[in-house]
């Protein structure tokens, strides 16, 4: 039994294009890509998925890796698993910058740590937020549902020349607003208990202005609010939750001719 060089490379080639986008999904993926995962356990789980699928994909064409057509057929690769990865993504972005937003309202914008996802520094309050749904995405086994979809889009997008159309680039594009509007509508509630708080405070003060308003004001600011996170904590779940079931529905039709 002889393999010519030729044959060799189309049979790397076949492992390598489902490999890169199954690769790239695990790069933009929420809580997968994030600096608490390792590098090498990403690679492991995208190799051995890729075993997994590569009986049960259609077969792809016959071109070298090396070649114009197969470097094109791998640039598709990678964006589709990147933006598969990249709407959760943007959920989560969502939830941190409602939790920024709750933050500042209630005074607590100074307290910051490291966030173990992007390796940056932000609010504390944003951080819980991100605990929260972090353990509600994993506990509805939503990562188990985005790994499914992408390996069934192996069907719907077959490896070959054509990757996403201009309308699924259009949706990744006009769904990316939601980032804001998602995060203000988790913040708005808290916001305005906040927001109602002040207010009273400002009454006081120019009832009695010989009141140092500031002094007390600060600290109850801070506990009204972290009472109104409290009181409003399964409705964050329930939008966070309509975010999600919306970012897989725009990726169902990314995935989708």
């Not at 698993?81 to 500042?104: E, S």
């Amino acid at each position: 039994m002889t393999i010519h060089e030729q044959q060799l490379l189309q049979l790397i080639a076949l492992f390598i294009w489902p490999l890169l986008r199954i690769g790239s999904m695990f790069i933009s993926i929420p809580i997968f890509s994030g600096q608490s995962v390792p590098a090498r356990v990403r690679v492991l789980l995208s190799v051995a998925m890729t075993f997994i699928v590569m009986p049960l994909i259609p077969e792809p064409p016959l071109l070298q890796l090396f070649t114009y057509q197969g470097v094109m057929i791998a640039i598709h690769q990678v964006f589709i698993g990147l933006f598969t990865g990249f709407f959760l993504q943007m959920v989560f972005a969502a939830v941190v910058f409602g939790g920024q937003a709750i933050a500042y309202s209630m005074g607590l914008g100074f307290a910051s740590m490291v966030d173990p996802q992007t390796g940056v520094q932000v609010p504390v309050v944003a951080q819980f937020y991100a605990l929260i749904t972090t353990l509600v995405f994993l506990a509805s086994d939503g990562h188990l549902v985005l790994i499914f979809m992408l390996l069934d889009s192996f069907n719907t997008i077959p490896i070959a020349m054509d990757g996403i159309t201009k309308a699924g680039l259009w949706t990744l594009l006009m769904w990316s607003s939601r980032i804001f509007a998602g995060g203000l509508m988790l913040a708005l509630p808290v916001i305005f208990g906040v927001l109602f708080v002040n207010l009273g405070f400002g009454v006081a003060t120019r009832v009695a202005p010989q009141l140092n308003i500031f002094a007390v004001g600060f600290v109850v600011t801070i506990l009204l609010g972290l009472w109104f996170m409290w009181l409003t904590l399964p409705g964050v779940v329930s939008k966070f939750s309509a975010l999600v079931d919306d970012g897989f529905a725009a990726i169902s039709l990314l995935l989708r001719r």
